[in-house]
């Protein structure tokens, strides 16, 4: 996303606005994403697993296995797409994050087992079920009203649904569109989709001077910066600013409805950055825009309602707001409300898409849909910011601004992520700590004992690296205790040329 060039320690990211985007559904197919993080599995931020604990009802420990689970399902998928071809049905993930892949070929399923996936049979294939959702589409652009909102492939029911405020009016959308009734399921619905915006201040940014929204995932395209967000937040030419009223950058591109997606080009002032705000002590990294399927863990940022998970229920959903139909867009279960327009959807440490609308609100629960990025990406020509870091391996990231952060070297800055843990029992810490290359950078280990001079705790050094500009690593066995993990930044730091170069990227473990 984008981020102000801090002035002053503590400056935060600027937050991600809710914006409604969809893809037309002749669209050109995407090239499969390159995953970009490790192949080995890493711990998920604290503020991820806490939120999935919180929305989800897991445990710590449930939310973790799941996490590992869908990045697995996410390699798994593409591959056995291709090798099933026109008798590949679909894929999800189950509530342990496993994958299953439907197949309309019952010798198939060795296939499906073999690669470490559960199997099913059914009756049609996905080109099937997507041929008819197609048609429907074009039913739509005929149909008048808004009394069927909502239709979609349901993989897991190898079925397409559609969602109608009436039974009636369900029925009249499926047989003027001239598919197979049989391959659909009509439900009725009370809900009636709306897009999330806001026109009050707040703080994310402002659409000229007027209406807010949240800033999706960071951009480049070239050398020019900037964000992507909702197509319904603003068309060409219109100008944004940031929380503060500072100038920010002008829309570039813009489409809705049918589309709803928008990127905004920034000024010298801004940064964009490879992280989402998890409105909590610390950044999501963003390593990539591996697509999850169906059933996968996915969390919301918006600059009203903060940081909300749940799971991908539907891909390639249409959805007919007031001002038109959007196809190809994901349902989920994730809460939203207006002013969170445009913010970000990620599973993992991978990207997903930017809000476009729903119904419901985050006090009673609700439906949303996202617009997915690789999307907007291709239509734009527009490269994901992501982390670029040789510790981006390393289990427990912490990823923070270090511009915010400078002072006299040996000034102790702990990491905003673990101020403090405790380890029940002796073991092996380590740590790898990246950041701008011409930061003259110090990682320690701290042990805490109490106490000092009225009572104020006392923390002393027990293991440290070399002051230099390379990339840290630390590892060092300790008694059990509580501990703190402390960065040391040199008064001799340069703000780098290049903006990317302006983190530190932390990757820490710890005994239990």
């Not at 801090?6 to 090239?31: D, H, M």
């Not at 499969?32 to 897991?58: I, M």
């Not at 589309?259 to 409105?279: E, G, K, L």
């Not at 309602?305 to 989920?332: A, D, K, L, P």
Request: hydrophobic share 40%.
């Amino acid at each position: 996303m984008v981020l102000y060039r801090p002035s002053a320690a503590g400056a935060a990211l600027a937050i991600i606005a809710l914006v409604l985007t969809a893809t037309p559904a002749a669209a050109a197919p995407l090239a499969v994403p390159v995953e970009a993080a490790p192949a080995a599995t890493v711990a998920p931020p604290p503020d991820v697993l806490d939120a999935l604990r919180r929305d989800l009802g897991l445990t710590r420990e449930q939310a973790i296995t799941r996490l590992g689970n869908e990045e697995r399902a996410r390699r798994l998928q593409p591959r056995l797409r291709a090798q099933l071809k026109d008798r590949y049905a679909g894929s999800w993930v189950n509530q342990e994050g496993r994958l299953v892949v439907a197949t309309t070929d019952a010798a198939s399923t060795t296939t499906v087992t073999a690669a470490g996936a559960q199997a099913k049979v059914v009756g049609r294939s996905l080109a099937a079920l997507t041929s008819v959702k197609s048609a429907l589409d074009t039913a739509a652009e005929k149909a008048s009203g808004q009394k069927v909102p909502v239709w979609f492939v349901d993989e897991q029911a190898n079925a397409v649904v559609v969602q109608a405020l009436d039974a009636a009016a369900g029925a009249a959308f499926v047989a003027a569109s001239g598919v197979d009734r049989a391959a659909v399921r009509v439900e009725t619905i009370a809900e009636r989709p709306v897009t999330f915006q806001n026109l009050r201040g707040g703080d994310a940014y402002y659409i000229a001077g007027g209406s807010r929204c949240s800033i999706g995932f960071p951009v480049t395209q070239g050398s020019t910066q900037g964000f992507v967000t909702a197509g319904h937040c603003g068309t060409p030419g219109l100008t944004t600013t940031g929380p503060g009223g500072q100038s920010q950058g002008t829309f570039q591109g813009s489409s809705f409805p049918g589309n709803d997606y928008s990127w905004v080009a920034v000024n010298s002032q801004w940064v964009a950055r490879p992280a989402v705000n998890a409105y909590g002590t610390e950044q999501v990294p963003v390593f990539g825009s591996a697509e999850a399927p169906a059933g996968s863990a996915v969390c919301r940022s918006g600059s009203t309602t903060h940081w909300h998970c749940g799971v991908i229920e539907q891909r390639n959903v249409s959805v007919t707001y007031s001002q038109g139909t959007v196809t190809e867009v994901v349902r989920t279960n994730v809460c939203a409300e207006p002013g969170d327009s445009g913010g970000p959807f990620i599973s993992g440490y991978q990207a997903q898409g930017v809000t476009s609308g729903g119904s419901g609100n985050c006090s009673a629960g609700g439906t949303t849909f996202f617009q997915p990025v690789n999307e907007i990406l291709n239509a734009y020509g527009l490269t994901l910011s992501t982390v670029n870091t040789q510790c981006a391996g390393h289990p427990n990231h912490h990823f923070n601004d270090l511009t915010a952060h400078q002072g006299s070297f040996g000034m102790l800055i702990p990491d905003p992520g673990i101020y403090g843990f405790t380890s029940a029992g002796a073991g092996t810490h380590t740590a790898c700590m990246d950041g701008p290359g011409t930061a003259r950078m110090r990682l320690s280990l701290e042990k805490y004992s109490c106490c000092g001079p009225f009572g104020t705790p006392i923390w002393s050094e027990v293991a440290t690296t070399g002051t230099g500009t390379t990339v840290k690593t630390l590892s060092t066995s300790q008694a059990a205790g509580t501990y703190r993990w402390v960065v040391s930044v040199s008064d001799t730091y340069v703000v780098p040329t290049t903006p990317i170069g302006e983190y530190y990227f932390l990757g820490t473990t710890s005994p239990a």
